[in-house]
């Protein structure tokens, strides 16, 4: 249904990961499906609305959500005022950036509050007992969901600078030619990581990207 489902939300809780991470969680008042990767639009009263990643994989009983409030936009003040048990809505979820297709061998490769997603993904990976291997390489000031990720994720790696990371992707597209890579971050890092990407011999099927902005 996309865009054209609304499931209405409960604020629960809130908390702040490493590297000012602000993290989310609401309670649905009702059932909804979404896949492990997939996004929602969430509309705050008096901020209107904003796409996000889920944070939560389906077998959760909250609806998850991670981001940054230093933009001080009208709607991050308004996410940041929530209180418990106040409502907001989620229309969704909608985008394709999923385990659909892709095979026994995925590689994540996060910047920054770009890891989002992956948390999702490593979670259903766990809950559903897939038999996938992970492989996550994350950069950025701080790691958000750092020990949860390292224990889920069959090899993660994570580096503060792009020297490092850059060292560890060339290494895990030589390991893993076949696999499926994931890229989710700010345009710039999306980009650059996914021209390395075919540099080292990914081909383009294989590379899929999280695009939205404004994380």
Same mark, same amino acid.
């Given at each position: 249904?996309?865009?054209? =489902?609304?499931?209405?939300?409960?604020? *629960?809780?809130?908390?702040?990961? /490493?590297?000012?991470? $602000?993290?989310? $969680?609401?309670?649905?008042?009702?059932?909804?499906?979404?896949? *492990?990767? &997939?996004?929602?639009?969430?509309?705050?009263?008096?901020?209107?609305?904003?796409?996000?990643?889920?944070? =939560? $994989?389906?077998?959760?009983? &909250?609806?998850?959500?991670?981001?940054?409030?230093? +933009?001080?936009?009208?709607?991050?003040?308004?996410? *940041?005022?929530?209180?418990?048990? /106040?409502?907001?809505?989620?229309?969704?979820?909608?985008?394709?950036?999923?385990?659909?297709?892709?095979?026994?061998?995925?590689?994540?490769?996060? &910047?920054?509050?770009?890891?989002?997603?992956?948390? +999702?993904?490593?979670?259903?990976? =766990?809950?559903?007992?897939?038999?996938?291997?992970?492989?996550?390489?994350?950069?950025? /000031?701080?790691?958000?969901?750092?020990?949860?990720?390292?224990?889920? $994720?069959?090899?993660?790696? !994570?580096?503060?600078?792009?020297?490092?990371?850059?060292?560890?992707?060339?290494?895990?597209?030589?390991?893993?030619?076949?696999?499926? !890579? !994931?890229? +989710?971050?700010?345009?710039?890092?999306?980009?650059?990581?996914? *021209?390395?990407?075919?540099?080292?011999?990914?081909?383009?099927? &294989?590379?899929?990207?999280?695009?939205?902005?404004? !994380?």
């Amino acid at each position: 249904m996309g865009l054209l =489902s609304s499931t209405p939300l409960k604020f *629960a809780d809130r908390w702040t990961e /490493d590297d000012g991470v $602000a993290v989310f $969680a609401f309670t649905p008042t009702r059932p909804f499906r979404h896949i *492990a990767g &997939q996004h929602g639009l969430f509309a705050v009263k008096g901020g209107g609305a904003k796409p996000f990643s889920l944070a =939560s $994989a389906p077998e959760d009983d &909250q609806v998850v959500l991670a981001t940054r409030l230093e +933009s001080g936009s009208r709607f991050k003040k308004a996410l *940041a005022a929530l209180r418990p048990g /106040d409502r907001v809505t989620m229309r969704g979820p909608i985008m394709k950036f999923t385990l659909d297709g892709a095979g026994d061998d995925v590689v994540f490769l996060a &910047q920054g509050v770009g890891i989002t997603p992956f948390r +999702s993904l490593l979670r259903h990976i =766990s809950a559903a007992g897939l038999g996938v291997r992970s492989t996550l390489l994350h950069v950025g /000031d701080g790691h958000a969901f750092k020990t949860e990720t390292e224990q889920l $994720a069959s090899d993660a790696r !994570y580096h503060r600078d792009r020297e490092g990371f850059a060292v560890d992707l060339k290494q895990v597209a030589t390991n893993a030619p076949a696999a499926t !890579y !994931y890229v +989710s971050g700010v345009p710039q890092f999306i980009a650059e990581t996914s *021209a390395a990407l075919k540099d080292l011999g990914i081909g383009r099927k &294989q590379i899929r990207k999280d695009n939205f902005r404004g !994380y």
